[in-house]
């Protein structure tokens, strides 16, 4: 049996979806693809090709594939941006309003 290691208050789902990405940081305002590896009701991690400073504001919008569903559409925040093996950078992104 595996042990709970993750202490988050929210579980998270493997959604390995495409998002797209409305970065307001410092540098500028600009557009990204990425894939969103993770999700929860307070968060997501993202996967994109270029780092996302820490604080900037990003607007995330992730088509659904079921019509059913709702796409999602969130305002967010970077928590963190780490740096992968492959090149490709991983975004923690805190959920601060769904849009």
Do not use: H
């Not at 409305?22 to 993770?38: F, H, I, N, Q, Y």
């Not at 780092?51 to 796409?71: C, F, H, K, T, W």
Request: hydrophobic fraction near 35%.
């Amino acid at each position: 049996m595996l042990g709970y290691e993750d202490k988050r208050d929210y579980l998270r789902m493997m959604v390995n979806t495409p998002v797209e990405l409305a970065v307001d940081d410092a540098e500028s305002l600009r557009t990204l693809t990425g894939l969103c590896k993770d999700l929860s009701a307070s968060g997501m991690s993202i996967e994109v090709e270029e780092s996302i400073e820490p604080g900037a504001q990003v607007r995330v919008s992730m088509d659904s594939p079921n019509s059913q569903l709702p796409s999602l559409n969130a305002k967010t925040k970077v928590v963190r941006c780490q740096s992968e093996d492959d090149g490709q950078f991983i975004v923690g992104l805190e959920i601060l309003e769904m849009i």
